[in-house]
């Protein structure tokens, strides 16, 4: 079997399931991508060139889909090139999010097209407009947001299946598309993601380990989307009721996915700015980015993880975090619900309310056994559902067989 892998970043969410099909006998796996990155053993690698750039004083709400358009143009010709050379896929299986594989089935019609259906966006019930304090939309949001979908709509109308991670994920595209749609996770590696009583870190400036009483939150950049604002409001009660403590805070000042700040300032400052005056800087340590090796020891030292987020992407650190048997403080949106259950495999807490997310961080750090009944609880659940090797990889090679 021919299988052709399309990704910007490659290999992306396909960072374990292409080099296992490559591994098995009979399947020649390739990918199309415009990254630089490393490609695991055993896969062929082609890439494509931007050769243009986005039209001056376009009309905004066009943007978005130009910009898809002209990466599509670009992998399309160089798909064009493959086909020339004798290369036809049976399989095709693309992240959509940046157009690539827009025109890629009329380079190989009998191709069956699978999409990863990661998110769709709606100008209601999820990420937009869900928070009050940035709730100032733009004119024409919802027409902004029906042309940023156009390249999903286009995907699913070729595609023979859409697979989405999670079945909140799943459940924001239309329900049109949703029969389309199977849910199989990406799969955490729950024998490297584990706890381990030895951990011991050098972070921030820090020497920390199993012995120290350790609050931790992670963002890829921090900004509202993922609740930083909520926790930072959070930290002066918990501080002031934990004199020991001791706050570890991972990720970056860019954005992600939301709206810049409108200060001109990142959202890390800003909102550091806030509360600078009402918390002990001391005791409050920001690591910006570190490496995956690093990450996953600052989990297995976390006395009390915060993992907030609007309705949106559920994050791979929530569920690794639980893998690492951590005792984890949860917003109660609708992604989080999915894998986490309230006073068993954790806390969940209404995600404005610093207040109580602050009684509740307190709450468990008074008490050793209940964070280690939860943590025992999340661990045995991400191995139960989500577990790479023996759960969601082999999940996803039957479903990639089974077409």
Known sequence: MKLLFIHQNFPGQFIHLAPALAKHSGNEVRTLTISNRQIPEG??????KINRGSTKDIHPWLIDLETKTIRGEAAYYAALQLKHQGYYPDIIFAHPGWGESLFLKDVWPAAKLLVYCEYY???NDGDVGFDPEF?????GMAARLRMKNANHDLHLLNATRGLSPTLYQKSTFPEFFQPKIDVIHDGIDTQFAAPNINAALDIAGLRISKSDEVITFVNRNLEPLRGYHIFMRSLAKILQDRPNAKIIIVGGDEVSYGAKSPTGTSWKNLFFTEVKNKIDLNRVHFAGKVNYKDFITLLQISSVHVYLTYPFVLSWSLLEAMSCGCAIVASD???VKEVISNDETGMLINFFDA??????VIQLLENPQERKRIGENARNFIIDN????NVCLPKQIHWINSL
């Open 43 to 48: 896969i062929q690698t082609s890439r494509y």
């Open 386 to 389: 989500y577990d790479l090797r």
């Open 333 to 335: 949106t609708a992604p």
């Open 135 to 139: 709730n100032n939309q733009e004119p």
């Open 121 to 123: 966006y709606n100008a």
């Open 355 to 360: 207040e109580k997310l602050a009684a509740t």
